[in-house]
Each structure stands twice: as C-alpha cells, then as structure tokens.
C-alpha cells in the first residue's frame, strides 16, 4: 500500500465496523412509573407492637449490671420509670399472595409482636393474625380477613434472575409509605452469616429500615426475592431472600403453621486446596464430613467421617453451604442418591432423608397457656454435643419469652430443666405433665443443668 492510501485506512476500518453486526443485544429500559402504579395495591405497610417489661436487679438497690445501674439510677431520680412495661413499634413491609388475604413478610419484622397491623395502598388498615414462621429462613406468614379480593403479587423464578438485571423495591423505609426504588441484581448466592440457608441476592435499588419483608420486583413486575438484610453503613447494598426458597415455606407454613425440613445428620466443612489435596480430590469442591450423629439417616446409609460429599439426590455439590440447602429441602423419607469420594473412589449411597427437628416448634410448646412463657424441646445426642450437655434426659430451653415469667428468672435458651419441685422431667410431655398443674402466683424450683454444672432456680408462675 502507498503512503499516500494510508490516511484513508482509518475510515475504512470505521466504516466496516458499524456494518459488522453486534452481538449485544438491544437494551430496554422498564417503563417503572407503569410497574409501580400495577404493583404498588398488592404491597402492604405493616406495623407491630410489642410490651417490654423490665429485667429486675439482682438484690433491690444493688445494681448487678450496666443496665441494672441506668435502672437503678432512673428509679431514683424519675421515680422509676424504666420499671414500667412499655411499648416497643417497629415497621416493615410485606406483600399479599393470595386473594384472601395472606401475606408474606419478614419473621423480624413480627417477631414477639403483641398486636400487628396491615395498612393496604388504599389507606385501610387492618389487625393481623401470625399463621406461622419460619426463622431460620426469616420468614413469616400473616392473615388479614377483609371480606374482599384483594390485588396478589405474582411470584417468579429467582432462578431465572440474572446479575445485572432492573429489579425494583416498594416498601415502607423510615415510615415512608409506599417508596419505590429501582436498581439492578448486583450478585447471587451471597452468604452473610444470616444463617444455615444463606443464599441472597444482592441488589444496590435503595434498601433501608422499614423495607424488610417486602417484595422485590423484575421487570415483568413478578417478585423474584424478599428484602430482609443491609449493610450498616452502606450504600447501595442490601440482600433479598429469593422467592422460589419461600415458595415451598409459605406453602407449609399457611398449611401447618410451621416448616418440615428434610435432615442428614452430619457435621460438615468446608473442602480447601490444602484438604483436597491430602485427600487426593482433583478440585477443592464438596462438603467434607467431620462427624457422623449415631443412629442418623446419615450413619444408617453408611457415610463416615472423612468422606467428601460430591453430590446430593443427582445435584452437584460445589461448595459446603449447597449440601444445607438442598438436605432442608427434600421431603421426609424420601431416598436420595449420596456420592461421596472415599479413598480416592467415588462411592455411591442411598440414603432416606429425616426430619430435622427444629427448636421451638410445635412439639416443643413445653407451657400450658404461656404461664411459663418460655419453650422447651426434648434432647437429642446432637443437641446435647452442640449446647456440651451431659446425658440426654430433660428438657431444653429453646426460646424465653421477653415479656413471660421466664425472662425474669435465671433461665436463658440452652438450659436442660432436669427436674420441677423436686419431680423429675426426663422429656417435654413430662414437663407438660407437671406445668401444667401449676397454679397463678406458684414458685416453682427447677434444676437446671447449664454446659456440665448443675444448680436451682425458681420461676414465679404469672
């Protein structure tokens, strides 16, 4: 080529460029003052209301803590008013699946509450009752009787959402009725330490106190997450529950008031390179057992400690927090095909999936009427290893009620109760059996067992 062609080389290269055609696909943006107009009837406001009554001082005019001294102080010099219960609002959001008025929203957001109210987009307002919760997953789901259809929010495929997509937020930030904020999906699979079943999606369309429980919407206006969690002190991230882990939950719990989950029985790790390496895994992939419950659906299957769990019921298993997820989520006494790499070959087992038996649930209402006002569950061997209690007979204290007789005894969650007025209580209908024959204003003496040790307490029946 001449120099004097040169000067026209650019040109031709522009020009041949924008015939080439592109791969990219065109991009559309949602027409989002149409989507919030349609979606915003099915979003709820919801508020709560809770009565906290004091934690009293150890010996009278002797403060035991930091916060036994600001009460001591108040008592004092404000004639006692922190002595007095008092009501604690909180407000959330949540959205509506069903013409008849069931909602779902966050399990913080109502946790404890003694009077929950629902304001629709209309203005009205209406008393809602709990049907069940889910914890763990931080679900719950609330009823309101309106006599009336109501407008649903259509539930999509979180599975099908893709990073970097338009997702928009409506809730109830700071009191802020109604806001609606728009962004894009930012990651998937997130684990924030929420719990067992992390598996968030992030997302940077505004999130703040007053947005858990509601919904996350795409562009088809179908809500693909919750939102539950942000970062304090950030901006523009915040972490949505996806729908489909909450679709199967609000079935049960609209059906049964709680949740079933399938269980395994194993204690499990985290495969790193150094691991993999030692146990002659080509990849650092899998859930490495470190220990095996007796007499678990696990130990019956044959899976020992030191096996590689690679896949569970035909799906991968690439990373520890798969294998929790996809246990929970398979139906009781169903089997399942278990691979697991064992001296260098992989292995295949049957296995029939148990039910996990999950603290605080129906079984385990240990007081008759809320008297009590606290929970109980019977012990297990893996109960007892996690809390370092010795034996298994007893009862467990799962949960205290803020506001019952308990929260103003010795006890606290993680306890054994081994025996009432000197009667021994080897399993919650036991307990059952004596609790419920106490009387208002009785005090009763409980042993308790606390890690190895042992000592009394009593507990004033309300």
Not at 47 to 62: E, Q, W, Y
Not at 265 to 294: I, N, R
Request: proline content about 6%.
């Amino acid at each position: 080529m001449s120099k004097k062609n040169l000067p026209f080389v650019p040109l031709i290269v522009l020009l041949l460029a924008l015939a080439w055609p592109c791969s990219l696909p065109a991009v559309t943006t949602p027409d989002f003052a149409v989507l919030s107009q349609e979606l915003k009837p099915a979003v709820v406001n919801i508020s709560t209301a809770k009565t906290v009554k004091p934690r009293p001082s150890l010996r009278p005019g002797l403060p035991s803590t930091r916060d036994d001294f600001f009460d001591e102080f108040f008592e004092r010099f404000f004639g006692g008013q922190p002595h007095s219960p008092r009501k604690e609002r909180s407000l959330g959001s949540g959205f509506i699946i069903s013409k008849d008025g069931f909602i779902l929203t966050n399990d913080h957001v109502v946790n404890g509450a003694d009077e929950i109210k629902v304001k629709l987009a209309d203005g009205r307002t209406f008393s809602a009752t709990v049907k069940g919760t889910d914890p763990k997953l931080d679900l719950a789901l609330l009823k309101i009787d309106t006599g009336e259809n109501l407008p649903v929010a259509e539930l999509g495929d979180s599975e099908k959402v893709r990073v970097g997509e338009w997702v928009m937020a409506i809730g109830n930030p700071f009191g802020l009725e109604q806001t609606v904020t728009v962004g894009i999906v930012s990651a998937k699979g997130r684990v924030i330490g929420a719990g067992p079943y992390d598996d968030f999606i992030q997302t940077d369309a505004s999130i703040n106190p007053g947005n858990s429980g509601g919904p996350l919407f795409n562009a088809r206006g179908e809500v693909v997450g919750i939102n539950t969690a942000i970062i304090a002190g950030g901006q523009g991230i915040g972490f949505a529950i996806p729908v489909n882990a909450a679709k199967e939950i609000a079935d049960q719990l609209r059906e049964t008031g709680h949740v079933t989950r399938g269980w395994l029985g194993v204690s499990v790790q985290q495969v790193s390179e150094e691991l993999a390496e030692s146990f002659g895994l080509e990849e650092p992939k899998g859930a490495l057992v470190s220990e095996v419950t007796p007499e678990s659906p696990a130990e019956k299957a044959g899976i020992k400690r030191g096996d590689i769990i690679t896949a569970f019921g035909g799906e991968k298993i690439d990373e520890l927090r798969d294998l929790p997820r996809l246990v929970a989520a398979t139906p009781v006494d169903k089997a399942v095909e278990v691979k697991v790499f064992r001296n260098g070959k992989t292995k295949k087992l049957s296995v029939k999936v148990g039910r996990l038996r999950e603290e605080g649930q129906a079984e385990a209402a240990g007081e008759t009427g809320g008297e009590l006002g606290l929970s109980v569950a019977d012990i297990s061997p893996e109960v007892a290893r996690r809390y370092d209690l010795v034996g298994t007979e007893g009862v467990l204290v799962t949960a205290i009620d803020p506001s019952g007789a308990a929260s103003r005894s010795n006890l606290r969650p993680g306890d054994l109760i081994l025996e009432i007025n000197g009667k021994e209580v080897k399993n919650v209908a036991g307990f059952r059996a004596v609790a419920g024959k106490v009387k208002k204003d009785e005090v009763l003496r409980l042993l308790v067992q606390r890690g190895k040790g042992l000592f009394y307490t009593t507990l004033k029946v309300e």
